[in-house]
């Protein structure tokens, strides 16, 4: 109560792009996000550092018949990008899948340990729709399609 005066800005040449995103991003019901078919793991920064590796996020496990499996992605992989967005966090990779309509194609580049030392390579998925929200569509017909977030 004491303090008068502070203030924050944001320079326009980050916020224009945010702010474009926004007013241009469609918003997507559950059941219309795309799916990748991966089960991530944030790894402490240390580890990264430690042991050298690329900073994303590991891939701990893979789908069978999921879209990232189909596109070539395996586990031990390292998520890097995400439709072009830098991914450090398994939140940042959700929102650059589920922002995009299922059967989008998307860019996912990784990180792979090839010959001892790790090779960046990227892929082109087809996003799939959640099964778990398909299997619940299909259960109740007559349910309306969720809310959007």
């Known amino acids: 109560t004491d303090i008068e005066g502070i203030c924050f800005a944001i320079p326009i040449s980050e916020a224009t792009p945010i702010l474009e995103d926004l007013m241009t991003r469609e918003i997507l019901a559950d059941n219309e996000k795309g ?3 991966v089960t991530v793991s944030e790894l402490d920064s240390a580890i990264f550092r430690d042991y050298n590796w690329p900073e994303g996020v590991y891939v701990a496990s893979v789908s069978k018949d999921r879209a990232a499996a189909k ?3 395996y586990q ?12 450090t966090t398994a939140n940042q990779l959700v929102n650059a899948v589920t922002s995009q309509r299922y059967g989008t194609v998307v860019e ?14 990227t892929y082109s998925v ?11 569509t299909d259960a109740h017909p007559d349910t309306p399609s969720p809310e959007p977030r």
Do not use: M, W
Request: charged share 15%; hydrophobic share 35%.
């Open 126 to 136: 087809t996003l799939q729709q959640n099964p778990e929200l398909l299997a619940s």
């Open 71 to 73: 596109a070539g992605l």
């Open 108 to 121: 996912i580049t990784l990180q792979r340990i090839v010959n001892g030392k790790f090779d960046e390579f």
């Open 35 to 37: 799916y990748l078919g």
């Open 76 to 87: 031990g992989d390292i998520i890097t990008h995400g439709n072009g967005e830098q991914v």
